[in-house]
């Protein structure tokens, strides 16, 4: 049997990823209400993989109608956890993270000061989560060397960090994430391999799969 017959798969649609975001939109907005948002995507051979980027898109049209904040803003990064196997369509998971794109030089003055919700499709085993966040938090502790002392506890206080992703897999994380992190998710998933919309070539098949995996679940 193949590795790839091992591995259950569910197939999530557009709509799917639309109606979770829209539906706790509210309670980021209520609890948290972002200035910024940060999504995490894979940057390979100069082509960017959706992941958190698409799910950023659509949470900043509910939150800008909500908060009517005309300006909110999101900002990418690349991470990648994951690494080929050969003969499956699969990944398996890396040892580590790999940062292929970040903010720039001057990410903790875009940061220092803001709430910052970071995006991501999927919290698989927390590695990525841990990653970007704690690598933020550096980059704003670099930036609060550029203030006097007597401010930095406040700004400290005033730059807060949250997170959302689509899905959680209801499974033992590798990861924790910093102490205070808020932290949302769409929905609670067993550990699937999921199959999102934008790594399909032919999205009406993908549909039909979905509504199959929908059927063959309430069966």
């Known amino acids: ?22 539906k706790i939109t509210p309670k980021i907005a209520q609890d948290f209400n972002p200035d910024l948002l940060v999504a ?9 993989f959706l992941r958190g980027f698409f ?8 939150l800008r109608e909500i908060t009517s904040n005309k300006t909110l803003q999101i900002q990418a990064i690349g991470l990648s956890l994951y690494e080929p196997v050969a003969g499956v369509t699969e990944d398996k998971i ?3 993270v790999i940062r292929t794109q970040w903010l720039g030089a001057e990410a903790g003055k875009m940061l220092l000061g803001k709430r910052i919700l970071i995006v991501d499709e999927v919290d ?7 990653y970007a966040l704690t690598e933020l938090q550096k980059d704003v502790e670099t930036e609060l060397l550029n203030h006097p002392e007597i401010d930095r506890d406040a700004l400290r206080a005033s730059t807060k960090f949250g997170t959302f ?17 808020l932290y949302y998710s ?8 999921l ?9 009406e098949e993908h549909d039909r799969l979905a509504a199959l995996d929908v059927q063959s679940a309430a069966a």
């Open 1 to 22: 049997m193949s590795t790839e017959s091992q591995v259950k798969h569910w197939h999530v649609t557009y709509n799917n990823i639309h109606n979770h975001i829209r």
């Open 40 to 48: 995490i995507g894979t940057h390979s051979l100069l082509v960017f």
């Open 55 to 62: 799910p950023a898109r659509v949470m900043r049209t509910f």
């Open 94 to 96: 890396g040892e580590q």
């Open 124 to 130: 698989d085993t927390r590695k990525t989560l841990r």
């Open 165 to 181: 992703v689509v899905h959680n897999k209801n499974k033992p994380k590798l990861a924790e994430l910093p102490e205070g992190t």
């Open 186 to 193: 769409g929905e609670e998933v067993a550990d699937v391999w």
């Open 195 to 203: 199959d999102y919309p934008w790594e399909s070539i032919n999205i």
